[in-house]
């Protein structure tokens, strides 16, 4: 407390010392304001007295200037100085009296000639012009009026007086009053100053208090403000740091914004290329063939043009796809793509529809080349362009493609057509040059519509075939020589209820490239195993069954685990099971062949390569393969006794499996003359209509037991 005392008292030195300087400034205040009404009262005596003096003071020191013989130009500075003061009037009195003129009037008169300078003379013509009164009037003045006057000599240029100018002061009432009100004034500071004094002396204490307090106050409220301002400044300091941080915020939102709009413009656009573009080969999609398909038909049929559609399909093209996988396949169809592209023009489109199918659309041609020979040569063109060997991942692979064609509209008259006939017309073509041995060229026909109709009809019955149980199983003995029956050979066969039984040659094809054979297989394979494996332990002779593989059913990822649960299931000897699979099957994939097929042997199923030599299998890969049997195909056993080409590979082929130490099987035997020569070449196991027709299962049963009787 005592700290904060002596602090409020240092604080407040200023005050004390105002307190010792007051008395002194008021009795300053009270000297300065006694002067003032001092000299506002001497001055009021001067103008009292002026009338009384013989010379006023102002007057008289100009005067005597004059008088004392003062230059004419310092007599004209007086004359006009004098004119400017409104207390004063001028008149000019000559010494030559006339009772007719003014004085002023006649001294220019008489004595003009003899004026001191031109300039003194207009000075006094002017006077004149404005003189109204007379000396009596100078002399005497008007009741109720006080004068003062004083009077000049005038004198020429050679010192002689030539008359004087008289000056009259009026004093009017007016005067008066403002000296009583300058009494009063005085009279009213003094006063002021009395009472501050002493209520100074009186109240200095309270006041002192109060301006302590004031101070203080005017202190805390000083502190307060700086203490606000500081607080405002931090405010500030801390508004501006986020507005600071909110506006780097927004330029990183405004920037994010902007890379976003771009990103979502770069992904329409991606969006868009997508919709009509394919994402692997860049060529138009279905969506946009089939838009300018649509436009090409309304010009077709408006200009009377026609125009044509290729559709292409690669052969085979699977197989590679599954041996080399998916991104040698994707290499291969954008090698492709860009050979198509290479074989037509820029106003034609190529596009692809999916898979390894390629569709091409030729615009207008010239009127010299019908549209069907252009087609040709164009489709030429692409066929010879994928011919040529493709080097794809450092190994050369060779492709062959189908080629369907179709021009529309066929005619002026013929009725429209749409863009979805138009590729179904091409597609007809495309399978109709698979049908006729592929890489091949086929214009599109309309009983070709017929064959496909028919072949869409039987797909759409090969499948209610499975759940309707329309196929049954029919089985060919197989002969060791003399004629001991050791084996069957497993067959498929259908019974349409309206078409009766259907060529496993019709059917079989179209059942492996729709992958219902997968099902099919499967089914066979159980059948087979539960009609035969009770047959078994009844039939000793009975060595072996055997059920062809296809290719699809092969690659199938389960396809070993199927095998051994459904021997499993019927108790099947695993020894009594033979599968025979084609040299496709080993040539989709030759390493994953060979693994499923050591994983088959190790449970003891025998393996048989089905029509062997029809294919492009090599040598080494057949030294590789874990297979007991090689089968000889009926193409080279048919015309052994008239081709000699066939009767060598056939000899070969024997030769060979004895050499490998397989069994060698020929199939398709009818007469006895192959029999013979089979024979004679080491071929001891025959199979074929000249033993037996393939037979149902209670027939099997019959002649086994005719055999053994």
Known sequence: MRTKHHSDKA????????????????SLVIIASSVFAWFFQLQAVDYQTLGKLSRAKLVRSYAHELQIGATPADTLSVLKTLSHLHQFDLFLVSNTASANKPDAQVMLEAHGERAVSPELMTFLQTVVGHEQQSTAHLIYGHQGQHYFASSIAIQDMHGQPIGYIAFQMQVTEYVLEQQRLMNQYVFLIVLATLILMIFYYIYTGRIQIWLMSIYKNLQIEVSERKAAETKLEQQVAERTAQLTQANKALQQDIEA??????ALKKAVVEIESHAYYDVLTGLPNRYLILDRLRQATSDA????????????????????????????????????????KSCIREEDTAARLGGDEFVV??????????????????????????????????????????????????????????????????DTAMYCAKEGGRNAIQFYLPEMQEAIVKRLNMEKDLREAIDKDQFYLCFQPQIRHPEKIEGVEVLLRWKHPERGDVSPAEFIPL????????????????QAIQDIAPLIEKIPNLIHVSINVSARQFQEPNFVDMVLSVIDRFHMPPQNLLLEITESVVMEDVSETIEKLNDLKRKGILISMDDFGTGYSSLTYLKSLPIDELKIDQAFVNDIETDKNDAVLVETIISMAQHLGLDVIAEGVETATQVA????????????????RPLQLGALVALFDAADG
């Open 11 to 26: 604080a407040f030195t200023p005050f004390i010392r105002a307190k010792i300087l007051i008395p002194y400034v008021i």
């Open 257 to 262: 914004r902007k890379e976003a709009e771009v």
């Open 301 to 340: 049929q408006r200009n009377h043009r026609q125009r044509a559609v290729l559709f292409l399909d690669l052969d085979h093209f699977k197989s590679i796809n599954d041996s080399l996988g998916h991104s040698a396949g994707d290499e291969l169809l954008k090698s492709t793509a860009e050979r198509l």
């Open 361 to 426: 659309l030729l615009s207008d041609v010239t009127h010299r080349t019908p549209i069907s020979v252009a087609a040709e040569i164009v489709a030429e063109k692409i066929k010879a362009s994928l011919n040529r060997t493709f080097m794809i991942e450092h190994t050369e692979l060779h492709i062959s493609t189908s080629i369907g064609i179709t021009v529309f509209p066929e005619s002026k008259n013929s009725p429209d057509i749409s863009e979805h006939d138009i590729l179904r017309q091409a």
């Open 511 to 526: 059942a492996e490239e729709n992958g219902l054979i997968v099902k099919i297989g499967e089914w066979v394979l159980t």
């Open 677 to 692: 020569f089979l024979h004679e070449r080491g071929c001891n196991r025959f199979q074929g209509y000249f033993f037996s």
